[in-house]
């Protein structure tokens, strides 16, 4: 195959996956990052002892991270190590419920049936059916491109089209959780998944029940060194086998001559290239990289999905009760994402997430003390008084977790650092610092993305949380490996 040379816009988690793809077909590849680091989202920070992921904080599906360790030929074991959970998350309700959601199925079952009152075989059957769901739609939605007509003409889409009335695709997640389970707690538990895409349960479809397949059948994991290991290994892999990044590079601008890609631009200095992939959010792609070409604006004025409040606090004192992961239910999930997805008034009582990756890397926070990633999902940007929405929401959330955990916890805050939606904007470029692009909020959401190319542009390639198929450490990676497939087959 003949050697060309790849430009790729930003090192987040897909432009990393894209580059090593690449390079592994044996393509000359440089990678451009506005920022000083790679990762995008998924990096990390330390101050005054403790140290702090600061983007994505569950860690599933591991196999699509050791696929692009097989495809470079290096051995995984001497960049990434990491270890399955046996307790998925703790969940804390506000009538005093608390549950241990299990990594095994059976016990999970087991366990649900005796807190909210379930038959063992109602959940199973709820866990085989999301993983019909998953099993039916991955290879169409997931782990190809959308906008290929081979794709259609495959019989795994086929099989899907036979059996769309199994994937609930024309009721809501909420709606379908509600006709499975009785008790509003276990519906609340499985209705939290939409935030998996950054979603509301009550608007995103059905369909969306196979995301609790990704965590109970896959299980969930934590990396030797935390969630910051899986940018920073892969980062290490891309550099070994001869990939060449350019930090503190902002691009300017996508070259085109001829309705084709041919460069960029970074610091007024044109790069050519043969092809090029960007990693950079869709919206500021065609709004500042591609301003004389055409956008799809039908495609960059849909509705962002949700943002993120995050507040890190280092926590003088350990809690046995918690574990990696902890929620903390809203008592109304319906007004939650009301205020989410509708911008009304600051939420009150919001549903709280807490990581705590001490719980397994002691070395991340002082002897006796815990690091504490606490979010709440808030809206995208669009000129909220943030300073006020802020003040709010920490009152609201130390109130919250003080009252379950009934201990004052404001009083053992020693440290404390913000990551809000003007912040994740602009430091990551996700418009409106949106989590994953678009919202999934309708049915035909997957279609409306962006594709993994330009149509009208040769050899202009897209990948990220922006575009198909989505958001998150899981599809982010996919993205890399779809783009890396397209470009193998047109070149």
């Not at 926590?315 to 007004?335: C, G, R, V």
């Not at 008034?345 to 807490?354: A, K, L, R, S």
């Amino acid at each position: 195959m003949k050697q060309h040379k790849i430009v790729i816009i930003g090192a987040g988690i897909a432009g990393l996956s894209a580059c090593i793809r690449l390079r592994s077909q044996g393509h000359k590849v440089e990678v451009y990052e506005a920022n000083d680091y790679p990762g995008g989202k998924l990096t990390a920070f330390e101050e005054k002892g403790y140290r702090f992921d600061m983007g994505p904080s569950l860690f599933t599906m591991p196999q699509f991270v050791e696929d692009i360790f097989k495809t470079a030929k290096k051995p995984i074991a001497h960049y990434f190590q990491y270890k399955k959970k046996s307790v998925v998350c703790n969940y804390f309700y506000e009538d005093g419920t608390t549950f241990s959601a299990r990594a095994d199925q059976q016990q999970f079952a087991k366990e649900a049936s005796k807190t909210f009152n379930v038959a063992e075989e109602t959940v199973l059957k709820y866990l085989e059916h999301s993983k019909t769901k998953y099993d039916l739609t991955a290879s169409l939605f997931l782990e190809k491109s959308l906008h290929k007509v081979s794709t259609y003409l495959s019989k795994d889409t086929l099989n899907a089209m036979f059996k769309v009335n199994s994937l609930d695709i024309n009721t809501t997640l909420a709606d379908y959780n509600a006709k499975v389970f009785k008790d509003e707690r276990l519906q609340q538990f499985y209705n939290r998944f939409a935030t998996y895409n950054g979603s509301s349960p009550y608007q995103t479809p059905g369909i969306m029940s196979m995301i609790p397949h990704l965590e109970q059948y896959f299980g969930t994991y934590i990396p030797k060194g935390g969630m910051h290991q899986i940018s920073m290994s892969l980062f290490q892999l891309a550099k070994d086998i001869g990939v060449k990044f350019h930090f503190n590079s902002k691009v300017e601008k996508i070259l085109v001559e001829k309705k084709r890609a041919v460069g960029i631009v970074v610091k007024g200095k044109d790069i050519s290239a043969d092809v090029v992939v960007t990693n950079s959010d869709v919206v500021p792609t065609y709004r500042h990289l591609l301003k004389e070409h055409k956008a799809p604006e039908k495609v960059l004025q849909q509705p962002r999905s949700s943002s993120a409040l995050i507040f890190y606090w280092g926590i003088t004192k350990q809690f046995p009760e918690l574990d990696l992961h902890n929620i903390f239910f809203s008592k109304d999930y319906k007004t939650e994402f009301d205020y989410i997805f509708n911008k009304k008034d600051v939420h009150h009582d919001p549903t709280v997430y807490i990581n705590i990756t001490s719980k397994d890397e002691p070395n991340d926070a002082p002897e006796g003390c815990e690091n504490w990633f606490t979010m709440i999902n808030v809206p995208s940007n669009t000129g909220q008084d943030w300073g006020t929405i802020i003040t709010e929401a920490r009152k609201n959330i130390i109130a919250k977790v003080s009252r379950l955990l009934k201990e004052d916890i404001s009083q053992l805050i020693q440290c404390e650092a913000i990551l809000d939606p003007r912040t994740i904007e602009s430091r990551t470029q996700s418009y409106q610092g949106a989590l994953y692009g678009a919202s999934s909020n309708n049915k035909y959401a997957a279609f409306l993305r962006h594709p993994n190319f330009k149509q009208s542009i040769k050899n202009l390639y897209f990948c990220g949380g922006s575009v198909h198929p989505g958001g998150g450490i899981p599809l982010c990676l996919l993205s890399g490996k779809i783009v890396s497939e397209l470009i193998e087959k047109a070149i």
